[in-house]
Protein backbone atom coordinates (compact mmCIF):
# COMPACT_ATOMS: atom_id res chain seq x y z
CA UNK A 1 0.00 0.00 0.00
CA UNK A 2 1.37 3.55 -0.11
CA UNK A 3 2.13 5.92 2.31
CA UNK A 4 1.71 9.37 2.65
CA UNK A 5 4.03 10.95 5.10
CA UNK A 6 4.31 14.47 6.25
CA UNK A 7 6.42 16.57 7.52
CA UNK A 8 7.28 18.11 9.61
CA UNK A 9 4.45 17.12 11.81
CA UNK A 10 4.94 20.32 13.74
CA UNK A 11 5.25 23.50 12.55
CA UNK A 12 5.50 27.05 14.41
CA UNK A 13 6.07 30.47 12.79
CA UNK A 14 4.73 33.85 13.29
CA UNK A 15 2.60 35.86 10.81
CA UNK A 16 4.01 37.19 7.88
CA UNK A 17 6.62 34.34 7.59
CA UNK A 18 6.87 31.37 4.71
CA UNK A 19 5.85 27.50 5.50
CA UNK A 20 7.11 24.91 3.36
CA UNK A 21 5.08 21.46 4.07
CA UNK A 22 6.19 18.49 2.75
CA UNK A 23 4.36 15.41 1.59
CA UNK A 24 6.39 12.47 0.70
CA UNK A 25 4.82 9.37 -1.22
CA UNK A 26 6.46 5.88 -0.92
CA UNK A 27 5.08 5.17 -4.55
CA UNK A 28 5.13 7.53 -7.63
CA UNK A 29 1.59 9.60 -7.55
CA UNK A 30 0.58 10.89 -11.12
CA UNK A 31 1.12 14.62 -10.50
CA UNK A 32 -2.81 15.24 -11.48
CA UNK A 33 -3.97 13.37 -8.38
CA UNK A 34 -2.26 15.22 -5.49
CA UNK A 35 -4.49 17.68 -3.51
CA UNK A 36 -4.01 19.42 -0.06
CA UNK A 37 -6.72 20.11 2.77
CA UNK A 38 -6.83 22.75 5.55
CA UNK A 39 -8.70 21.51 8.74
CA UNK A 40 -9.31 23.72 11.60
CA UNK A 41 -10.46 22.49 14.93
CA UNK A 42 -14.47 21.38 14.60
CA UNK A 43 -14.44 21.71 11.18
CA UNK A 44 -14.65 19.84 8.15
CA UNK A 45 -11.46 19.78 5.64
CA UNK A 46 -11.11 22.54 3.14
CA UNK A 47 -9.89 21.45 -0.23
CA UNK A 48 -6.62 24.71 -1.35
CA UNK A 49 -5.00 22.59 -3.94
CA UNK A 50 -5.54 20.01 -6.49
CA UNK A 51 -3.78 18.41 -8.86
CA UNK A 52 -0.50 19.32 -7.01
CA UNK A 53 -0.94 22.90 -7.96
CA UNK A 54 -4.07 23.93 -9.37
CA UNK A 55 -5.75 26.29 -6.41
CA UNK A 56 -9.36 25.49 -5.31
CA UNK A 57 -11.93 27.70 -5.75
CA UNK A 58 -11.38 31.37 -3.70
CA UNK A 59 -8.02 30.26 -2.74
CA UNK A 60 -5.98 33.59 -1.96
CA UNK A 61 -2.67 33.14 -3.73
CA UNK A 62 -0.38 32.94 -1.05
CA UNK A 63 -1.38 29.31 -0.69
CA UNK A 64 0.57 27.33 -4.07
CA UNK A 65 1.76 23.55 -4.80
CA UNK A 66 4.65 21.75 -6.60
CA UNK A 67 6.07 18.49 -6.51
CA UNK A 68 6.16 15.61 -8.69
CA UNK A 69 6.89 11.91 -8.38
CA UNK A 70 7.10 11.05 -4.69
CA UNK A 71 7.86 14.76 -3.29
CA UNK A 72 5.49 17.24 -3.35
CA UNK A 73 4.93 20.21 -1.48
CA UNK A 74 2.40 23.24 -0.07
CA UNK A 75 3.62 26.69 0.52
CA UNK A 76 2.30 29.57 2.27
CA UNK A 77 4.03 32.59 1.06
CA UNK A 78 2.93 35.03 3.82
CA UNK A 79 1.38 33.33 6.95
CA UNK A 80 -1.71 35.15 8.03
CA UNK A 81 -3.71 34.42 11.26
CA UNK A 82 -6.56 32.04 9.81
CA UNK A 83 -3.81 30.09 8.69
CA UNK A 84 -3.07 28.14 11.38
CA UNK A 85 -4.32 24.74 10.90
CA UNK A 86 -3.80 21.36 10.39
CA UNK A 87 -2.84 20.49 6.63
CA UNK A 88 -3.21 16.83 5.04
CA UNK A 89 -1.90 15.51 1.84
CA UNK A 90 -4.13 13.27 -0.38
CA UNK A 91 -3.50 10.71 -3.30
CA UNK A 92 -5.18 9.28 -5.79
CA UNK A 93 -5.02 5.90 -7.70
CA UNK A 94 -2.82 3.95 -5.78
CA UNK A 95 -3.61 1.08 -3.14
CA UNK A 96 -5.66 2.28 -1.32
CA UNK A 97 -7.68 3.84 -3.95
CA UNK A 98 -7.45 6.85 -1.99
CA UNK A 99 -5.26 7.85 1.07
CA UNK A 100 -4.06 10.74 3.05
CA UNK A 101 -1.12 11.77 4.84
CA UNK A 102 -1.07 11.91 8.37
CA UNK A 103 -0.65 15.78 8.73
CA UNK A 104 0.91 18.41 9.67
CA UNK A 105 -0.19 21.31 12.61
CA UNK A 106 0.80 24.68 11.52
CA UNK A 107 0.91 26.64 14.80
CA UNK A 108 1.79 30.07 16.30
CA UNK A 109 5.26 30.92 17.24
CA UNK B 1 -26.97 26.67 -1.23
CA UNK B 2 -24.24 24.09 -2.12
CA UNK B 3 -24.09 22.00 0.81
CA UNK B 4 -23.72 18.02 2.14
CA UNK B 5 -25.69 17.97 5.47
CA UNK B 6 -24.99 14.35 7.27
CA UNK B 7 -27.31 12.79 10.20
CA UNK B 8 -27.25 9.50 11.59
CA UNK B 9 -24.18 9.41 14.36
CA UNK B 10 -24.87 9.07 17.94
CA UNK B 11 -23.55 6.28 20.34
CA UNK B 12 -24.20 2.52 18.97
CA UNK B 13 -23.65 -0.20 20.78
CA UNK B 14 -20.85 -2.74 19.77
CA UNK B 15 -22.11 -4.57 16.90
CA UNK B 16 -25.41 -2.62 16.29
CA UNK B 17 -25.71 -1.96 12.46
CA UNK B 18 -25.69 1.90 12.16
CA UNK B 19 -26.66 3.84 9.14
CA UNK B 20 -25.40 7.63 8.20
CA UNK B 21 -27.26 9.41 5.57
CA UNK B 22 -26.03 12.40 3.81
CA UNK B 23 -28.03 14.57 1.77
CA UNK B 24 -27.16 17.40 -0.42
CA UNK B 25 -28.67 20.15 -2.17
CA UNK B 26 -27.66 22.51 -4.30
CA UNK B 27 -25.97 20.75 -7.13
CA UNK B 28 -26.93 18.17 -9.87
CA UNK B 29 -26.04 15.56 -6.95
CA UNK B 30 -26.64 12.24 -9.54
CA UNK B 31 -23.86 13.64 -11.64
CA UNK B 32 -20.82 13.07 -9.01
CA UNK B 33 -19.02 10.31 -7.23
CA UNK B 34 -19.71 10.86 -3.50
CA UNK B 35 -17.55 9.32 -0.94
CA UNK B 36 -17.94 8.54 2.91
CA UNK B 37 -14.69 9.41 5.04
CA UNK B 38 -13.82 9.05 8.57
CA UNK B 39 -11.84 10.59 11.49
CA UNK B 40 -10.90 9.24 14.75
CA UNK B 41 -10.86 11.55 18.27
CA UNK B 42 -7.33 13.33 17.62
CA UNK B 43 -6.04 11.62 14.30
CA UNK B 44 -6.40 11.68 10.83
CA UNK B 45 -8.64 11.17 7.95
CA UNK B 46 -9.33 7.76 6.47
CA UNK B 47 -10.57 6.95 3.25
CA UNK B 48 -13.87 4.90 3.59
CA UNK B 49 -16.05 4.39 0.74
CA UNK B 50 -17.10 5.86 -3.12
CA UNK B 51 -20.26 5.45 -4.90
CA UNK B 52 -19.86 6.31 -7.82
CA UNK B 53 -22.95 8.20 -10.19
CA UNK B 54 -23.49 4.73 -12.03
CA UNK B 55 -23.86 3.07 -8.49
CA UNK B 56 -20.47 1.22 -8.98
CA UNK B 57 -19.06 1.35 -5.47
CA UNK B 58 -15.69 0.87 -3.97
CA UNK B 59 -14.46 0.22 -0.11
CA UNK B 60 -11.11 0.76 1.97
CA UNK B 61 -10.11 -2.93 1.77
CA UNK B 62 -9.24 -2.84 6.03
CA UNK B 63 -13.40 -2.10 5.74
CA UNK B 64 -14.61 -4.01 3.46
CA UNK B 65 -17.35 -6.88 4.07
CA UNK B 66 -18.77 -4.37 7.25
CA UNK B 67 -20.14 -1.52 5.44
CA UNK B 68 -22.29 -0.85 2.70
CA UNK B 69 -22.85 2.50 0.63
CA UNK B 70 -25.74 3.41 -1.27
CA UNK B 71 -26.90 6.44 -2.81
CA UNK B 72 -30.86 7.33 -3.66
CA UNK B 73 -30.91 10.30 -6.81
CA UNK B 74 -34.29 10.78 -6.43
CA UNK B 75 -33.58 11.70 -2.51
CA UNK B 76 -30.52 13.58 -3.51
CA UNK B 77 -28.51 11.14 -0.22
CA UNK B 78 -25.95 8.79 0.01
CA UNK B 79 -25.88 6.67 2.56
CA UNK B 80 -23.31 4.51 4.77
CA UNK B 81 -24.42 1.36 6.78
CA UNK B 82 -21.71 0.35 9.19
CA UNK B 83 -22.32 -3.49 10.07
CA UNK B 84 -21.33 -5.22 13.31
CA UNK B 85 -19.66 -1.66 14.72
CA UNK B 86 -16.71 -2.04 16.35
CA UNK B 87 -15.09 0.56 19.01
CA UNK B 88 -12.31 1.37 16.54
CA UNK B 89 -15.08 2.87 14.10
CA UNK B 90 -15.64 5.41 16.45
CA UNK B 91 -14.94 8.64 14.45
CA UNK B 92 -16.56 11.69 12.59
CA UNK B 93 -17.91 10.82 9.59
CA UNK B 94 -17.59 12.82 6.63
CA UNK B 95 -19.28 12.79 2.93
CA UNK B 96 -17.88 14.51 0.48
CA UNK B 97 -18.06 15.21 -3.62
CA UNK B 98 -15.76 14.15 -5.46
CA UNK B 99 -14.76 17.36 -7.77
CA UNK B 100 -16.02 17.03 -11.54
CA UNK B 101 -12.91 17.74 -13.17
CA UNK B 102 -9.99 15.26 -14.10
CA UNK B 103 -8.23 15.87 -10.30
CA UNK B 104 -9.95 13.34 -8.36
CA UNK B 105 -9.86 15.87 -5.25
CA UNK B 106 -13.02 16.89 -2.67
CA UNK B 107 -14.45 19.93 -3.27
CA UNK B 108 -17.05 19.61 -1.31
CA UNK B 109 -17.46 18.35 2.56
CA UNK B 110 -20.47 18.06 5.24
CA UNK B 111 -20.27 18.69 8.78
CA UNK B 112 -19.49 15.88 9.75
CA UNK B 113 -21.49 13.48 12.11
CA UNK B 114 -20.06 11.47 15.54
CA UNK B 115 -20.28 7.81 15.87
CA UNK B 116 -19.59 6.54 19.38
CA UNK B 117 -19.25 2.71 19.39
CA UNK B 118 -19.40 1.93 23.30
CA UNK B 119 -21.61 -0.53 25.34
Given amino acids: ?109 | QVQLVESGGGVVQPGRSLRLSCAASGFVFSSFAMHWIRQAPGKGLEWVAVVRYDGSVDYADSLKGRLSISRDNSKNTVYLEVKSPRAEDTAVYYCARLALNHYSAFDLWGQGTMVTVSS
Fill in chain 1, 1 to 109: DIVLTQSPGTLSLSPGERATLSCRTSQSVNSNFLAWYQQKPGQAPRLLIQGTSTRATGIPDRFSGSGSGTDFSLTISRLEPEDFAVYYCQQYGNSPLYSFGQGTKLDIK
